[in-house]
């Protein structure tokens, strides 16, 4: 059962355009979200995080949209470039018993075209 | 470099031969942690580690078998491999409170795994 629903699969941007990937949750203990970015052949890397306290976060062309009282959290990407086409996967994390767990989505392969 | 190193990057292997995959970290994190990457499904925990000598089941621990000795090692050891176990593998590591403030999971560049 995924803990984090992650849409869409896949999508496919003009160079310029706006990129959005949207993550749904339902556990309300979880208190971090990052979204990690990964390239071909490479393992993921933290893009940016954001805590259920802030509303917004921003760090150069890339954006979390957090909605606390829907349960959802949304990665903008300003301004792609053929450098953001990569898969993206947005993550949830807790503090249980026996220390962090964090999961993820399923994933979206992005696309950016020239 | 900061880095989580993992071996092999690529193994064929057959069902029922038991294969161990390193995971070395040299950033004196606390916590490690394994994960499999399969196609629609994500990236999904395998098992993971507070600490040396601590550790406890992720989301799909069923088939393998994790020991934290030292620090920076945390392999991962598939004892009878199946061809539902072939995936891409990452090892990743962190900090102790490794999800809060600018803590980061720092992956490694993962290890594909072929049963047949």
């Known amino acids: 059962q995924q803990q984090v629903k992650q849409s869409p699969q896949s999508l496919i941007v003009q160079k310029g355009g706006i990129s959005i990937i949207n993550c749904a949750y339902e556990n309300t203990a979880f208190d971090y979200f990052p979204w990690y970015q990964q390239f071909p052949g490479k393992g993921p890397a933290l893009l940016i995080a954001?805590?259920?306290?802030?509303s917004e976060k921003k760090e150069g062309r890339f954006t979390i949209s957090f909605n606390k009282s829907a349960k959802q959290f949304s990665l903008h990407i300003m301004d792609s470039q053929p450098g953001d086409s990569a898969t993206y996967f947005c993550a949830a994390s807790w503090l249980t018993g026996g220390g962090n767990k964090l999961t993820f989505g399923t994933g979206t392969q992005l696309k950016v075209e020239l | 470099e900061a880095q989580v190193t993992q071996n092999p990057r690529y193994l064929i292997t057959v069902t029922g031969k038991k294969l161990t995959v390193t995971c070395s970290q040299n950033?004196?994190?606390?916590?490690m942690s394994w994960y499999r990457q399969d196609p629609g499904l994500g990236l999904r925990q395998i098992y993971y580690s507070m600490n040396v000598e601590v550790t406890d089941k992720g989301d799909v621990p069923e088939g393998y078998k994790v020991s934290r000795k030292e620090k920076r090692n945390f392999p991962l050891i598939l004892e009878s491999p199946s061809p539902n176990q072939t995936s891409l593998y990452f090892c990743?590591?962190?900090?102790?409170?490794?999800?809060?403030?600018?803590?980061?999971?720092?992956f490694g560049a993962g290890s594909r795994l072929t049963v047949l």
């Open positions: 950033m004196n994190h606390e916590y």
């Open positions: 990743a590591s962190g900090l102790g409170r490794v999800f809060s403030g600018a803590n980061v999971l720092t």
């Open positions: 954001i805590r259920p306290d802030v």
